[in-house]
């Protein structure tokens, strides 16, 4: 039977033959050394490529697109966002069922782990409501995409005459 002397403060344990054993910390930093460090959700997220249609029209509902990628091992959730051009958003899918492709409001966008994520008008997409203002060709403006576990990311948005 070995006996065995514990220290909390340093995190290591001490037996008979007067080798030291280290327990967590020598695991952490190895675990650290291996992957270059511990990515938090929010770095994990690249919000890219957003853009909306140019309008010469005040108080109407656009898309807004963008492409999102997940370098987490987790998956996320799109929860909201707030652009200074428009009253309200909504996340909305395109369902397929019988007749013609129509929107539905969701709770959610899901952002899948490792995989890249395109917002687009024919799949998942956000709608921006009662426009504020006409959305010039060329302007830019910051929305805030704010992601369940990736918390807020401040994005450019492009206005664009191209889709």
């Known amino acids: 039977m070995t006996a065995t002397a514990t220290s909390g403060a340093d995190g290591a344990r001490l ?3 007067g080798r030291i054993t280290f327990l967590v910390f020598g695991l952490v930093a190895v675990g650290l050394w291996l992957t270059g460090g511990l990515a938090t959700a929010g770095e ?3 919000v890219t490529n ?12 656009l898309p807004l697109v963008m492409t999102i990628r997940n370098d987490a091992a987790e998956a996320d959730a ?35 782990e490792s995989k890249t ?14 426009t504020r203002q006409k959305l ?28």
């Open 15 to 17: 037996d008979r033959g």
């Open 44 to 46: 994990a997220l690249q």
């Open 117 to 130: 994520t395109e917002l687009k008008h024919d799949g998942y997409h956000v709608m921006l409501l009662q």
């Open 136 to 163: 010039v060709d060329g302007e830019t403006f910051t929305c805030a995409v704010v992601f369940q576990k990736g918390g807020t990311k401040e994005t450019e948005v492009q206005v664009s005459r191209t889709p």
């Open 78 to 112: 799109l929860l909201r966002i707030r652009c200074p051009f428009a009253n309200f958003a909504v996340k909305h899918t395109v369902d397929r069922g019988e007749g013609a492709p129509a929107m539905r409001e969701i709770k959610s966008i899901p952002i899948p």
């Open 50 to 61: 957003a853009r909306v249609p140019a309008s010469d029209q005040i108080g109407i509902d």
